[in-house]
């Protein structure tokens, strides 16, 4: 399995609502990432997970609040989000330090209206 | 940190031709260097990378060259063919940690 899987692809919800974003990957992967990503701009990495431990949080909002259960699943919850919020969020993988590039799922649609 | 500059934002070709995107980037400490391919709809995908302990690296139609001490590095995608439509990024990193920067991207076209 060389795959990232993000469920849901598509995403419509209200700024009162509390919904969830999953990642999955079973390639042995010991790092993965939340990254956001506008139209036409390059993704922007919100969070990172080494080992299961968040190592890095670019001061996202705290409306977004990520979880990692174990070393293959990845959550992002949402919750009183704002219309701007609006974007297609990417789930990725790596190996860890050193070892190469990030695999990335298909991304998760998000409409917040 | 890092700042990565990608050029051009566009760039359309006749396929056949060749395809060349540039990248700068500021910290001499990145070693690292992937390129990313973008399809409408989808997440990015690696499509190649290099270590700053090349120049030159080479897969079928696709190649990249880095020049560290002018801290640029470029894709060179030859025999173009419209399937090579799409986004593409550029990054730059240091092996030390779990993160890299991307560039702007480039829209690239092929005309048929």
């Known amino acids: 399995d060389t795959e990232v899987t993000q469920t849901p692809k598509h995403l419509v919800m209200g700024m009162t609502n509390k919904k969830s974003l999953k990642c999955e990957q079973h390639m042995g992967h010991r790092a993965m990432y939340w990254y956001k990503q506008k139209a036409k701009k390059p993704p922007e990495l919100m969070f990172v997970y080494s080992y299961e431990k968040l190592s890095i949080n670019e001061s996202v909002p705290s409306r977004f609040s990520p979880e990692c259960p174990n070393s293959s699943l990845l959550n992002l919850h949402l919750h009183a989000l704002q219309p701007e919020d609006s974007a297609l969020y990417l789930c990725a993988s790596s190996q860890g330090r050193n070892q190469g590039g990030y695999t990335f799922g298909s991304g998760t649609r998000l409409t917040v209206v | 940190g890092e700042n990565v500059e990608q050029h051009p934002s566009t760039l359309s070709v006749q396929e056949g031709d060749s395809a060349v995107i540039k990248c700068t980037y500021s910290?001499?400490?990145?070693?690292?260097f992937p390129w990313y391919k973008q399809e409408l709809g989808k997440g990015p995908q690696l499509i190649i990378d290099?270590?700053?302990?090349?120049g030159e690296k080479k897969d079928q139609r696709i190649a990249v060259t880095l020049n560290k001490t002018a801290k640029h590095f470029s894709l060179h995608i030859t025999e173009t063919q419209p399937e090579d439509s799409a986004v593409y990024f550029c990054?730059?990193?240091?092996?030390?940690?779990?993160?890299?920067?991307f560039g702007t991207g480039t829209s690239l076209t092929v005309i048929p």
């Open positions: 290099i270590r700053s302990n090349v």
């Open positions: 990054a730059a990193g240091p092996n030390t940690g779990n993160q890299f920067y």
């Open positions: 910290d001499s400490a990145s070693n690292y």
